[in-house]
């Protein structure tokens, strides 16, 4: 019966050969592809549905994420405000690297959840500043199209009266608000506006009564902060101009134009902020302006043609002066007052 060989152990130099020529392999194969890099696990908490303007441009950013196959994506919506930090903690404690959400009603909370977690990266909705070191704010500065749109409703109305139906007179309402009435103005020195808040970001009828009521006094043209208020519209045969998302497929001959939220210069920026281990407390409200791709005025489509040239001609020219710099369309967070007598 024969004894077995002997093993003889590698040497040094012998495994670092065979480390390098497996490197010189992978390298010959090229990168690898993104389904087999470690994805970044996100979770998102939304105290409104999906569906909802300024939440389903999030969701749209990261599910377009998710499609690349960067990260896993979890979310939860119609979260209370009661719950939001239970939740946020139940995110925190699952192993996602980036929790992003809106924390307008819940800021203290939202702020004390990231301080328990200072290794996990937090982008959120908010009012206030960045917190170091993880905490980082958005919203959606899109008060240069909400400028733009404005002086088109300005060259459409016939009336002078313009409504204008909002959620909350939080900051991130009223400086869109401000910016239509200042373009409206612009083409329509003679234009009046009526102001209403429904006091809830996602409540359709409510929001479609506040329209009716100004429709009824002579508002000729609507600003539809919020869901609802083009079904007014529609229903009146009056014209309303669109906020955040393109509403134009669903009322093709109501929604002149639109000012449009675009998440993705945010979320993609975050994304790689946290896959290089460099993601700090900022405000990304910047990232959601024209000049980063972060917002523009939606297409006529259905009103090519019937807006005066004159107004585009206009239009196009300041639109040009703002991705220039050489026009800055005005921030005020104060709240709109209504001008109509």
Not at 106 to 119: G, S
Not at 154 to 164: A, C, D, H, L, V
Not at 168 to 189: C, W
Not at 224 to 235: C, H, N, P
Request: hydrophobic share 45%.
């Amino acid at each position: 019966m024969s004894k077995p060989s002997r093993i003889q152990p590698l040497s040094r130099r012998q495994l670092l050969g065979g480390a390098a020529a497996v490197a010189v392999a992978a390298a010959a194969l090229g990168p690898l592809p993104a389904a087999a890099q470690a994805k970044i696990k996100v979770a998102a908490i939304y105290t409104v549905p999906f569906e909802q303007q300024w939440v389903s441009r999030i969701h749209k950013a990261l599910k377009a994420a998710e499609a690349r196959g960067e990260i896993e994506y979890k979310a939860s919506e119609n979260v209370a405000n009661a719950d939001y930090e239970r939740v946020m903690r139940e995110y925190a404690n699952g192993g996602n690297q980036l929790i992003v959400g809106e924390a307008f009603a819940v800021e203290a909370a939202a702020r004390k959840v990231a301080k328990d977690f200072p290794n996990i990266s937090f982008l959120l909705g908010s009012s206030g500043k960045p917190q170091a070191p993880n905490f980082s704010v958005f919203d959606n500065y899109i008060q240069e199209p909400a400028y733009l749109t404005g002086m088109v409703a300005g060259g459409m109305t016939r009336s002078n009266k313009i409504g204008m139906v909002g959620g909350f007179p939080i900051p991130e309402v009223n400086r869109l608000m401000h910016a239509f009435m200042a373009g409206a103005r612009e083409t329509n020195p003679r234009v009046e506006f009526t102001v209403t808040f429904i006091n809830s970001w996602f409540d359709p009828p409510k929001a479609k009564e506040a329209a009716f009521a100004m429709i009824d006094k002579g508002a000729d043209v609507m600003y539809a902060e919020r869901f609802g208020v083009s079904d007014a519209a529609k229903e009146r045969k009056v014209l309303a101009i669109g906020n955040v998302i393109d509403t134009q497929p669903q009322y093709p001959e109501t929604v002149v134009v639109s000012a449009l939220w675009h998440m993705e210069p945010s979320i993609d920026r975050a994304l790689k902020l946290v896959k290089e281990g460099k993601f700090t407390a900022e405000d990304y409200g910047p990232f959601s302006m024209m000049k980063h791709k972060g917002s523009e005025m939606s297409k006529l489509g259905t009103f090519e043609g019937k807006v005066p040239a004159a107004i585009m001609t206009r239009v196009k020219a300041r639109e040009a002066d703002i991705l220039s710099g050489k026009f800055v369309v005005k921030v005020d967070d104060t709240q709109p007052k209504s001008t109509a007598r």
